[in-house]
């Protein structure tokens, strides 16, 4: 049940905004405490969520604080933020800010094995989540997973009225549930695409099925959502080796690329770390051939691969007679050799990779300025080119989100206001308002744009109308 400890006057005050696990990171939490030494602490959270392990951890560290806690929710808590400011002795809701909960969510990619552990990782994480937000609110579980499936978005008052929050202060600032949801959407979207676009999914999954097994929190799942693979596997290169149960597969060996949990043995690669003058002195001509194929991996084409093997075949055979001394310099050289060729391989494909992205950024955003999108272009572009490289389809629901957003704040009247007057289809009445908002914005930095836009059209009624002709 929800916990109603009165916060002491004075506190230290830890700031958790941005993404968590990018922006926000334990180890910057455990320096604050640190410093703290017991004493009181207000968290004051501003963040779209983020990473599940980093946000397991920061709360854990904050749970372990000798000093009560005061977490003030100050414009977005959502997803692992959200579950952060549970932590608090004493929660605190500002009466515009935005407290979102939804299932926990993740990134994989594998085989049908793969695929279902980390469903049910996810599962076991989202179990966790609600029996906190149980704990907190005195709803049952039914009541708190109905919330999550949802994707439950509360605003202001609400947070307080469904018992996440035990007090409600008062802002200056403009109440709009509408446009702060909004604004809380496109902030989340932003957090998931850079999530996606980041190697970090697979390594935060396997540490959060490590914490679910370490910490048998896994409510109403079963042992699929223990860390009981038998093998780790880099899909990168096919190195495998036997899992140790109750860790996280680490990195590979070979090419440092980190590996995944799986109970299929796999069929090639293989433990061996041989050096290539190792490959080169073992006799057995299948078992030869295999530590080669391990060892090139797809370093090489088919027919450069087979080029480079008859090669080390025909110095092998040479040099039989020949000292191991002389054979080992003679494979270090071609070793550089193959590095110079690989090295080029490498150059050219980078160029080639630069030009596609090139070309391809200017195709989405000619469609964005077809499709009579305003804002910051530029910043949207980038944000459907790195989505796509992820899921095509997720890109275009982004391209989606935008064209909505875009046609919300036109009929607002906000124009191009997330973005900048270069992007939009820009008039002289646009520039004679753009310039007024500008100038206010100047002399008063503490003013929402939006809210310096409607102050300007309601000033300046004729120059909107000739504004509304020209377009």
Not at 82 to 105: L, T
Not at 248 to 270: A, D, F, S, V
Not at 294 to 313: Q, S
Request: glycine share 6%; hydrophobic share 35%; net charge negative.
């Amino acid at each position: 049940m929800r916990r109603c400890i009165i916060p002491s006057k004075e506190k230290k005050v830890l700031a958790i905004s941005g993404v968590i696990g990018w922006d926000v990171e334990a180890k910057d939490v455990r320096a604050f405490l640190d410093d703290a030494s017991g004493e009181d602490i207000e968290v004051q959270i501003s963040s779209p969520g983020g990473y599940v392990y980093p946000g397991l951890e920061i709360y854990n560290l904050l749970k372990n604080h000798n000093g009560q806690i005061t977490t003030r929710l100050m414009g977005l808590a959502a997803s692992m933020a959200s579950y952060i400011a549970m932590v608090g002795n004493h929660v605190i809701a500002e009466d515009n800010a935005v407290f979102m909960i939804h299932n926990a969510s993740g990134f994989a990619m594998g085989d049908h094995n793969t695929m279902r552990k980390a469903a049910d990782v996810m599962e076991g994480l989202s179990n966790m989540l609600a029996k906190k937000y149980m704990d907190r609110t005195g709803k049952s579980l039914e009541e708190v997973k109905v919330l999550m499936d949802n994707e439950t978005f509360l605003f202001g008052d609400e947070i307080e009225g469904a018992g996440f929050a035990d007090e409600i202060t008062k802002t200056e600032d403009e109440k709009d549930k509408t446009a702060a949801v909004a604004l809380a959407t496109i902030s989340i979207a932003d957090c998931i695409t850079k999530m996606k676009a980041s190697e970090q999914n697979k390594e935060d999954l396997e540490k959060a099925a490590a914490f679910l097994n370490t910490e048998s929190i896994n409510q109403g799942g079963d042992e699929k959502a223990r860390n009981t693979w038998k093998y780790c596997v880099c899909d990168e290169c096919s190195y495998w080796e036997d899992h140790d149960v109750g860790k996280p597969c680490g990195k590979c060996p070979k090419c440092k690329t980190q590996m995944h949990g799986t109970n299929t043995k796999p069929t090639k690669g293989g433990q061996s770390m041989k050096t290539l003058s190792g490959i080169l002195a073992v006799e057995d001509a299948d078992e030869r051939q295999k530590e080669l194929d391990a060892f090139f991996g797809e370093l090489f084409d088919a027919d450069r691969e087979k080029m480079v093997k008859e090669a080390l075949m025909a110095i092998k055979k040479d040099m039989q007679s020949k000292s191991d001394s002389a054979l080992g310099q003679t494979v270090e050289t071609l070793k550089g050799e193959i590095q110079v060729l690989k090295d080029e391989i490498v150059e050219s494909k980078k160029l080639a990779d630069v030009e596609m992205e090139k070309r391809r950024m200017l195709e989405i955003k000619a469609s964005l300025q077809e499709k009579e999108i305003v804002g910051n272009l530029e910043k949207m572009t980038k944000t459907v080119f790195t989505l796509e490289k992820v899921s095509p389809e997720l890109a275009e629901d982004m391209v989606k989100q935008f064209q909505e957003m875009s046609n919300k704040l036109k009929a607002a009247g906000l124009f191009t206001e997330i973005g900048s007057s270069d992007d939009g289809q820009a008039t002289l009445a646009y520039d004679k308002l753009k310039a007024k908002v500008d100038e206010s914005l100047k002399t008063d930095s503490n003013v929402t744009p939006a809210k310096v836009w409607k102050n300007v059209i309601r000033d300046n009624p004729e120059l909107y109308k000739e504004y509304l002709k020209e377009r």
